[in-house]
């Protein structure tokens, strides 16, 4: 079983920044890609980037594109959200997904098989 733990939200002012991780544990842990979702109330959950385990791609959507960037620190298990620039429109809880080869798309959400808790977002104007 693969556990996601995501930390690293707050409260932040509009044109600030965070960084997002995502700490992954259990069985050996080789995804295909992990991804980020975000869930702002009354909204559907939205893609916002994904990164393939070996590093080679990267996605994101076009809300983000720019201002948000994906990493990786393989020793640790970890994925990180590096997120500058925020927008109030940026609101929401964060996600973070772990998907295996052949299970979909990178970008929706029902191709990823694990979901860590989330983490709260909140950018003020």
């Known amino acids: 079983q693969v556990q996601l733990v995501e930390s690293g939200g707050g409260l932040v002012q509009a044109g600030g920044s965070l960084i997002l991780s995502c700490a992954a544990s259990?069985?050996?842990?080789?995804?295909?890609?992990v991804g980020w979702f975000r869930q702002a109330p009354g909204k559907a959950r939205e893609f916002v980037t994904a990164i393939t385990w070996s590093g080679s791609s990267t996605y994101y959507s076009d809300s983000v594109k720019g201002r948000f960037t994906i990493s990786t620190d393989y020793a640790k298990n970890t994925v990180y959200l590096q997120m500058n620039s925020l927008k109030p429109e940026d609101t929401a809880v964060y996600y973070c997904?772990?998907?295996?080869?052949?299970?979909?798309?990178?970008?929706?959400?029902?191709?990823?098989?694990?979901w860590g808790q989330g983490t709260q977002v909140t950018v003020s104007s």
């Open positions: 259990g069985r050996a842990f080789s995804p295909y890609a």
């Open positions: 997904a772990a998907k295996w080869a052949g299970s979909g798309g990178y970008n929706s959400a029902t191709s990823y098989g694990y």
